[in-house]
């Protein structure tokens, strides 16, 4: 178990390391609550804030963070950009995108350029710990409005492909 015994597992062990996160957006009342969000959680720390694309991508490498929460609208360098420059030099970081926009070309860009997450800012409030949680243990996440989109748009590939037999998807 995780009780601090002698049989303390790798996984405890692991589990009790902070996740070192960069916040990147323009707005700086944005950050700041983000940051009070994620900090009420022992198990997160919010290494360095960037206002821009390109100063997200300098701090990215200068404290190698394991989650950049990144906004894609910012000035410099587009969030998408910035995703793409951080995970070509530190492809352990994981990117999630924190938007306004949940518009299909803005999500498949941004999951193109090697985002692991999609978070609505609206739902930001209830969604962002459990996606930062999600993406820092190598896994996907999106706003159920975003999912709802990726869905959509698969369903609709697979029928211009024309298949309709589970087996033809194999």
Known sequence: GCDGGPR????CRLMS???HILLADDHRIVRQGLRRMLEEHPQ????????????AVQLALEKKPDVVVMDIAMPHLNGMEAARQILRR???TKVLVLSM???ESYVVQVLEAGAKGYLLKDSADVELVEAVQAVSNGKSFFSP???RI??????????EKKITDRYDLL
């Open 8 to 11: 303390v597992g790798f996984f």
């Open 17 to 19: 390391f902070p996740i």
């Open 44 to 55: 997160m720390e919010v290494v360095a804030e960037a206002s821009d694309g390109r100063e």
């Open 90 to 92: 530190l492809p352990a």
């Open 101 to 103: 926009y949940s518009d």
């Open 145 to 147: 409005l975003i999912s």
């Open 150 to 159: 990726l869905l959509d748009e698969y369903v609709r590939q697979l029928q």
